[in-house]
């Protein structure tokens, strides 16, 4: 089935280890997307990618880093986890950067201890 | 930097009852999204309005962009318990690329 598969589903991790969450994409959309999800504060854009090679960051980038080397594939690092990165973690693409229908992973839950 | 705000953060509403959510803007957008997301679900695209004043219907959803292209609204009417869920609007201005914030979303609920 095409779309976006995340992995790992949920992941507990002590506090300053180093974590990637690998997210990929079989729909050949030119840009992608993380953001964390706390309750309360909605969907917050970790870093983007408005094509492979490309990279941004969005309202919450510290902490994180995010590479694109193809069009695929967009993983997430955490170099040193934290307790506040704490959250689900959905990544998400878009035939078209800033336009058009974003398409989600089922996401990944984080708990930082 | 870019702000995109949304109300009510709750609402709870009886089956057969209307409801609207608010998204507001700091900054003009190049357009706005929609999407709900079922509890322990991921978001799912609803619609884009990308014109001003734009007016879209889906059966009992009715979406407005406003004509300063600063804000919408999502309104349902006679509720159903299907309807349970968040929305959220997220917007892009059209110089940030890529950049596409959602506002904290609307979490409704329908008692039957």
């Known amino acids: 089935i095409a779309g976006i598969t995340q992995a790992p589903t949920s992941q507990i991790l002590a506090a300053g280890r180093r974590m990637t969450l690998r997210c990929t994409q079989d729909?050949?959309?030119?840009?992608m997307y993380w953001y964390r999800q706390d309750l309360g504060l909605g969907l917050r854009l970790i870093h983007y990618?408005?094509?492979?090679?490309?990279?941004g960051k969005g309202e919450v980038p510290d902490g994180y880093s995010v590479s694109r080397a193809n069009t695929d594939d967009f993983p997430l690092t955490l170099a040193s986890a934290v307790p506040s990165q704490t959250s689900v973690y959905f990544c998400?693409?878009?035939?078209?950067?800033?336009?058009?229908?974003?398409?989600f992973g089922e996401g990944s839950r984080l708990t930082v201890l | 930097g870019q702000q995109v705000m949304q109300i009510p953060q709750y609402q709870h509403v009886q089956e057969g009852e209307d409801f609207t959510t608010y998204c507001n803007s700091s900054?003009?957008?190049?357009?706005i999204q929609w999407y709900k997301q079922r509890p322990g679900g991921h978001p799912v695209f609803l619609i884009q309005?990308?014109?001003?004043?734009e007016v879209k219907k889906q059966k009992r959803l009715t979406f407005q962009f406003g004509e300063a292209k600063k804000n919408s609204s999502l309104h349902i009417t006679a509720t159903q318990t299907t309807d349970v869920g968040t929305y959220f609007c997220?917007?892009?201005?059209?110089?940030?690329?890529?950049?596409?914030?959602f506002g904290q979303g609307t979490t409704l609920q329908v008692k039957p």
């Open positions: 997220a917007g892009s201005k059209a110089s940030n690329t890529g950049k596409l914030i």
């Open positions: 729909m050949r959309h030119n840009a």
């Open positions: 309005l990308v014109k001003s004043g």
């Open positions: 998400a693409s878009s035939g078209l950067a800033g336009a058009g229908e974003l398409f």
């Open positions: 900054t003009t957008l190049s357009n």
């Open positions: 990618s408005n094509t492979a090679g490309t990279t």
